[in-house]
């Protein structure tokens, strides 16, 4: 079966110090999504790309946070520096989305998720 | 604003009997209904989705659920449950073709032997 892959799967982490997540998107999907899991505040959508461009990146803090797509085989993500508040699942997904659109998920009806990044940052 | 509830945070049923784990959305137009499944530490796996087809929608796993646009409804159901269904199960919804996809807070369905 094609999966999304996320590493790593797990990192505890000192406040200030910086974290890089990292996403192998399946081959041919052409869109790629970041959220983050909280209990507080359940699923949020970060950002997106499309064909490895970032088309909306409205969810994430910008201070902090950033969000890239070095090539289609590969999606990060980073914070730097890291809070305890940032502590949360992190969770990549990918898609493929058919012809011109806009809009997160827009013709992306089924998302692919990897296995999430569970992140603690004390 | 779009949004969808899911009406029970928690739902314990025992083995073999029925499950029902309810959703309710808002939405001004014909939307797109999906129930994704969140077993313990992974990610989030589709169940079955709705795309203004069959209101009845069958799933994975014995699941299926039903669109009902009178009550604004997609109620997930499965006439057995099983040891290995007990997870976190997300309704989501697409108000419409470019909207952001809209997740549920998640209902926890425990299964009692």
């Known amino acids: 079966d094609a999966r999304v892959t996320q590493t790593p799967r797990h990192k505890v982490t000192e406040m200030g110090q910086e974290v890089t997540m990292r996403c192998q998107p399946i081959l041919g999907h052409n869109t790629v999504f970041w959220y983050r899991q909280t209990m507080m505040q359940g699923l949020e959508l970060l950002a997106y790309f499309r064909n490895r461009a970032p088309l909306d990146d409205s969810g994430m803090p910008k201070d902090r946070f950033s969000a890239e797509m070095p090539d289609a085989t590969l999606a990060t993500l980073k914070i730097q520096p890291s809070e305890p508040r940032d502590s949360a699942v992190y969770f990549c997904a990918s898609g493929l989305v058919m012809g011109v659109t806009s809009g997160p998920h827009s013709g992306a009806n089924v998302l692919t998720f990897g296995a999430g990044s569970r992140l603690t940052v004390l | 604003a779009q949004s969808v509830t899911q009406l029970d945070s928690h739902v314990s049923v025992s083995e073999g009997t029925p499950v029902l784990l309810r959703c309710n959305y808002s939405?001004?137009?014909?939307?797109?209904l999906f129930w994704y499944v969140q077993h313990p530490n992974k990610g989030l796996q589709l169940l079955l989705k709705?795309?203004?087809?069959?209101?009845l929608v069958k799933g994975i796993n014995g699941f299926e659920a039903e669109f009902k646009k009178s009550e604004t409804s997609f109620h997930l159901t499965k006439p057995s449950a099983h040891m290995s269904d007990a997870a976190e199960y997300f309704c989501?919804?697409?108000?419409?073709?470019?909207?952001?996809?809209?997740f549920g807070k998640g209902t926890r369905l425990s299964v009692i032997a």
């Open positions: 989501v919804v697409r108000p419409s073709g470019n909207t952001p996809l809209v």
């Open positions: 709705y795309t203004s087809a069959a209101t």
């Open positions: 939405s001004s137009y014909s939307p797109s």
